[in-house]
């Protein structure tokens, strides 16, 4: 869920009241939202970088709030505090207007056919008469960076432009050319760079690396010129600075580029309607045109009021309540979806603003109309329908096989389900590709770029993190581990897997081997060929030549125990023998 932090004084004061921290926490829950953490910037410079370097930093109090994650009208202040406004019935909710500027005065942007390849989609909008404040223009440029990050995708998807319209001038044009041809001074630097220059400048930069891989293996990179040249972004990238926005802007500019259009159509109605309050004529959006390649034109922002037809009936039945039609039309009407009672009362007629681009389906319309009921107000009562709750047979064979092993000594241990590829491959003496591993796509740390294949290095890694403890050492996991199969329609599955390891002056292989053997007890296979379990000599690049065993039950290989190779155990910084088992136990489910 997306965190939004305000400042509890700006927010009270947008409110109108003032609350309790308790008494503000309640109406967060009221309204379906969660008050995170009462802080302050001081306190969060505190715990991140210590209290030096908190010197000096602010006390003001701030609320950090979570937001569900379709919600995109609440995250930024003032639409949190419209949304509470509306849900207190202080306010009604406001009518949002598209004004359309006389032929040939609007604003043009122009899209060209080289943009198809790269970010082919461009919607825009202007605020006219603008009036920001330091916290407005803070309020502003946050609710970009939240957006971005949330249904843009970090900016894969949708990348946002805000521009100061008196520095420029139209009809824009969105193209793409060669990182040579292009350059510009990008925001807040002192001079001029290519575009390739761009790339290797932010390749370092905290913030902006993370989106250089949207468009730095593309022949052509996106941009966007004024009527006289002047470069207003590189998105998804950065913006130029001689567009740049600030306290004194009187009217923006806004474009949003990128690969799926609906959701720029949603990012840019977000936009403007969280802010164009502040417009002299409040809750007003200049239109522009946008003109497409095959020479098509288009309004944007949409700003679209749509209506949905709902059965009182199924509102009441869905929530478990006995509500009158027009009092469940005043409940959605609390929640910013205006309504009212059709018919001879078996409807409801809901508007959704454009504000509201999370409702889809009816479902979402009786969500809110339970928010705004209370959940804490829906009494409980027993289901109508007779189902008889049952264990998996694989987890409850888990959940006894657990209790067993920590009788015979050993301690569960729970380790990460994702390791780095050296764990299972490298450290283990084998090649990544014979483990049939499956990788994370976009891994954010080293540690975590595949699904295990075996638990063995979990333990292993447990062990050398407890390496002060009083030997022996004795653990044991049962676990998934994930390996790819072709055969099934995610493209890999999930095997239960017991581990277990013991960690001593000695290998302690009589020790395993005895575990073994009493887990095969405890599993009602007996030790022979023909119908259990038995174990024959081999190799296996893990464990010590002449030392590892494999183990065959219910006529399959099912694992391998033996002695770790001396390599192994150096390589997960340990420093004595160890011995391990490791089964498959969903043959004996």
Request: with cysteine; aromatic share 8%.
């Amino acid at each position: 869920m997306p965190t939004v932090s305000v400042k509890r004084d700006l927010l009270f004061q947008a409110l109108g009241r003032t609350y309790t921290d308790e008494e503000f926490n309640e109406l967060c829950f009221e309204f379906g939202l969660e008050l995170d953490e009462i802080t302050s910037e001081k306190d969060i410079i505190s715990k991140e970088k210590g209290e030096e370097k908190a010197k000096g930093a602010s006390d003001t109090v701030l609320y950090k709030i979570d937001v569900p994650a379709n919600r995109y009208d609440l995250l930024c202040l003032e639409g949190l505090v419209r949304g509470l406004q509306v849900f207190k019935e202080r306010i009604n909710l406001p009518r949002y207007e598209k004004i359309i500027p006389a032929e040939g005065e609007g604003q043009r942007l122009i899209i060209t056919e080289e943009t198809v390849q790269v970010r082919p989609h461009a919607v825009a909008a202007v605020l006219r008469n603008i009036t920001f404040t330091k916290e407005r223009y803070d309020s502003f440029i946050d609710l970009q960076e939240k957006l971005h990050q949330n249904i843009c995708r970090r900016r894969a998807l949708v990348a946002i432009g805000t521009h100061d319209l008196d520095t420029i001038s139209g009809p824009f044009t969105f193209t793409a050319k060669a990182p040579s041809e292009i350059k510009f001074k990008p925001l807040n630097q002192s001079q001029e760079y290519t575009a390739s220059q761009i790339m290797d400048l932010y390749r370092t930069d905290s913030h902006l690396r993370h989106y250089l891989h949207l468009i730095e293996n593309k022949p052509l990179y996106p941009v966007i010129y004024d009527s006289n040249g002047v470069v207003l972004s590189m998105p998804p990238i950065i913006n130029g600075d001689h567009t740049k926005i600030s306290v004194n802007t009187r009217n923006v500019f806004i474009e949003c580029t990128g690969t799926d259009i609906t959701k720029a159509k949603i990012v840019l109605d977000i936009i403007v309607t969280m802010f164009s309050e502040y417009c002299e004529k409040p809750f007003s959006v200049e239109a522009a045109e946008v003109v497409y390649p095959n020479g098509k034109t288009h309004i944007y922002p949409e700003l679209a009021y749509r209506k949905e037809k709902v059965k009182p009936e199924l509102i009441n039945k869905k929530i478990g309540i006995s509500e009158t039609p027009s009092s469940l039309a005043k409940l959605l009407t609390r929640m910013c979806l205006k309504s009212h009672v059709i018919g001879n009362g078996n409807n409801i007629e809901i508007e959704i603003p454009p504000t509201r681009a999370d409702i889809i389906h009816a479902c979402d319309i009786v969500e809110d109309a339970a928010i705004a009921y209370g959940y804490n107000n829906i009494q409980m009562t027993i289901p109508k329908t007779y189902t008889i709750a049952n264990q998996l047979p694989l987890s409850k064979l888990t959940e006894l096989l657990r209790l067993d092993l920590a009788a015979a000594g050993f301690t569960e241990a729970l380790t990460f389900a994702l390791c780095s590829q050296e764990d299972i491959a490298d450290k283990l003496g084998m090649d990544i590709s014979a483990t049939k591993a499956v990788r994370i796509a976009n891994p954010k740390t080293a540690e975590f770029q595949v699904a295990r294949t075996t638990l063995l290095p979990g333990l292993l890694k447990t062990i050398a993190a407890n390496r002060k403890m009083p030997l022996p050492l004795k653990l044991f996991e049962i676990s998934d581990i994930v390996v790819k199969d072709p055969n099934t329609d995610v493209g890999a599955r999930n095997y239960r897997h017991f581990c277990a390891v013991y960690y001593n002056k000695s290998p302690g292989f009589e020790i395993i081997h005895g575990l073994l053997d009493r887990v095969m007890q405890l599993l009602e296979v007996p030790p022979n060929e023909k119908n259990g379990y038995t174990i024959k000599a081999t190799e296996g690049s893990a464990f010590f030549p002449g030392r590892c065993a494999e183990i065959f039950a219910k006529g399959q290989s099912i694992g391998k125990l033996g002695v770790l190779h001396p390599d192994v155990i150096t390589k997960f910084e340990l420093t004595m023998p160890c011995s391990a088992l490791e089964i498959n136990i969903e043959p004996f489910v």
